[in-house]
């Protein structure tokens, strides 16, 4: 289990009522199909070897031996699979019938867990048949045979979390089909106990609505208890007498639907579960509980996953449905411009004051300015829009200011800083041919102190335009672009910038559409040092590297805690056929560099408001040393 990934299955087979043979012969056929693909839990439907249907049939003898027999046939015929296998029977114990789910693996029962919540309203009776799990008092034997034909005492338990011995995280917990639909689930108490994976055998007929209310159910425990859910639904083979069963399949991990199968079909769904991820999220929640349960170890070699079916997104802070992509985009501006009218309304300023390069950054900034004057009423002409062309200043991005600045109906001041740079490096002995650092940082800090000037003088405030993924590498005039009054842009990274300002584009029109997509097309860059022959000759991404890799670095290290190696691996899988593998060595090592050694800027980083799950606030979400080492990282990440 490299990195923390496994592979799971839920399964619907073909079925036939109370013919225990055929549906063996299935549950066997399947089993074999996942565990050949890599699975390494295999979940299949409530009573599967009997079928659910089978109504007073429960009751017979001949019924029961059957389903014992279709169970000593599965063990056998998967002993060989390295994999868990979850198949539902009924089972008489003490007397009493329980419907309850097999734990096999490698030619072994390991154990009977029973279904605690027994339904019998509307078009479910189960309590005619059997006995809730609660009923056992403390764990039970039953006798069965065992893949090799031995009989073997196995144990009925509740409250149990199967653990493996070779693969510690690969943990997981039992309940079936209603106890999932309880105010109180069993799960909740696996989870806290130190289940990473609860695995629920259903049999959940299909009505009207329902499949909308069961996938919103199964994502939304596995958000609750930062867990991977696996649902395996009864199928179409199940008696149609008075029910139709669809074989509703599905796989969730921490609130996100990993996989489905098509309704009304019979096969296999496969996730590639990361069990890391969620065990990070566990530590990083104190508000997850814990509890005390039974732990039932077991044996399984770990195996490698091959991630075929893990989707990992090349830009992870942008919805990949383009509906959702623009209801996430009017959130976000939304949050954004609240956020500012909040703190203008707060200072009682009279204007603010933006920095307008012509850029993405700055021209997100008075977007967002636009709609928070208008949420307060306010004339847009309150806005200063300050373009200070320098040195690196060209055409295009002056012109598209000029434009945008018009298109808003703000007010545009030109404050041309040439002279006073100038004046600058012959006060600090500073040689203009000479491009250093020092020839863009004061140009830099030039501007922010015209901006703050001019908002002393109008009474108002500045307001940044640095984005998060600047933040992270350091991408920032310290005492420059790096401080304003308030920055708005200071949670949005660089590859969502460009879609907020998109979307801002397409539902303006007119001449407003028209320069933000100029703008759009403009390549990103500070624009410190002098154009070639009137284009931009300073490209951002030329130097630092692509702001979609260091975007997905930046997701993964901090929202789940992946290691090095994990992020590599995840990128390499992300981006195969755009970056090669050395590509994202290189560009992980400068971004895990640069985002140690840049700490102390983001240490003393003016306000901004929060809009994702990933900030890099000193005073929320991440709080790091200024000099903590970058040793164990930069290590893991050369060795890869």
Not at 73 to 80: G, M, N
Not at 397 to 417: M, P, S
Not at 493 to 501: E, F, H, I, Q, S
């Amino acid at each position: 289990m490299r990195d923390g990934f496994i592979k799971v299955a839920a399964a619907t087979p073909g079925l036939r009522v109370a013919d225990c043979a055929y549906n063996a012969a299935e549950v066997v056929r399947l089993a074999r199909e996942a565990a050949e693909k890599g699975a390494r839990l295999i979940v299949f439907p409530e009573l599967c070897l009997t079928g659910y249907t089978c109504g007073d049939l429960f009751l017979q003898q001949t019924l029961l031996d059957g389903a014992l027999t279709a169970l000593e046939t599965v063990c056998r015929e998967t002993a060989a699979l390295e994999a868990v296998v979850l198949a539902g029977l009924p089972l008489r114990v003490r007397g009493k019938l329980y419907n309850c789910a097999a734990v096999l693996c490698r030619g072994e029962v390991l154990a009977f867990v029973p279904k605690r919540n027994l339904p019998n309203y509307s078009e479910f009776y189960e309590q005619r048949h059997f006995v809730s799990g609660d009923a056992l008092d403390c764990m039970e034997g039953v006798c069965v045979k065992n893949g090799e034909g031995e009989t073997v005492c196995v144990p009925v338990v509740t409250g149990q979390v199967f653990a493996c011995e070779e693969q510690p995280l690969f943990t997981f917990g039992v309940e079936l089909c209603e106890d999932l639909w309880v105010a109180a689930p069993p799960s909740i108490e696996l989870a806290q106990g130190g289940a990473h994976i609860i695995a629920n055998l259903s049999a959940s007929d299909e009505l009207v609505g329902k499949a909308a209310y069961r996938r919103d159910l199964v994502r939304q425990q596995s958000a609750r208890l930062a867990c991977a859910y696996v649902y395996a639904d009864a199928g179409t083979g199940e008696s149609t007498q008075d029910l139709v069963f669809a074989g509703h399949d599905l796989i969730a991990e921490n609130g996100t639907l990993l996989a489905e199968s098509r309704r009304f079909t019979e096969g296999v769904v496969y996730a590639d579960i990361d069990l890391e991820r969620l065990a990070y999220e566990r530590r990083r929640m104190n508000t997850f509980g814990a509890a005390e349960t039974g732990v039932f170890s077991f044996s399984l070699p770990a195996a490698d996953c091959d991630l075929a079916d893990r989707h990992l997104p090349r830009l992870p802070f942008v919805p990949e449905n383009s509906e959702k992509r623009g209801e996430r985009c009017e959130e976000i501006l939304t949050i954004q411009a609240a956020g500012l009218a909040r703190r203008i309304a707060h200072t009682h300023a009279k204007t603010a004051v933006v920095g307008l390069s012509g850029g993405l950054d700055s021209t997100l900034a008075l977007i967002v300015m636009a709609h928070a004057f208008d949420r307060l009423g306010l004339d847009r002409r309150g806005i200063l829009a300050v373009t200070m062309p320098c040195f690196g200043t060209t055409a295009r991005t002056r012109g598209n200011a000029e434009k945008l600045a018009e298109a808003y109906g703000v007010t545009l001041q030109t404050v041309d800083i040439k002279a006073a740079v100038d004046q600058h490096f012959a006060d600090i002995g500073h040689d203009w041919d000479d491009h250093s650092v020092t020839f863009e940082n004061a140009q830099a800090r030039m501007r922010t102190l015209v901006l703050m000037d001019l908002a002393n003088k109008q009474g108002g405030m500045v307001v940044g335009t640095g984005d998060l993924s600047e933040l992270a590498l350091g991408w920032a005039t310290y005492n420059g672009d790096h401080m304003s009054m308030y920055g708005v842009n200071a949670s949005i990274p660089k590859t969502l910038v460009r879609y907020l300002v998109d979307y801002e584009a397409g539902r303006a029109g007119g001449t407003l559409e028209a320069v933000l997509r100029d703008i759009l097309d403009t390549p990103v860059s500070p624009e410190l040092l002098p154009p070639t022959d009137g284009e931009i000759s300073q490209k951002t991404e030329d130097l630092v590297g692509p702001y979609e890799l260091h975007d997905f670095f930046l997701f993964y290290m901090l929202r789940f805690g992946y290691p090095p190696r994990k992020v590599y691996r995840a990128a390499c899988h992300a981006f195969a056929g755009v970056y090669d593998a050395a590509v994202i060595k290189k560009w992980l090592t400068t971004f895990i560099r640069r985002f140690f050694t840049q700490q102390f800027k983001r240490s003393c980083l003016p306000d901004g408001p929060k809009v994702g799950t990933v900030a890099l606030s000193p005073r929320g979400d991440w709080r790091m040393p200024s000099d903590a080492c970058a040793d164990l990282w930069l290590a893991e990440a050369e060795a890869l």
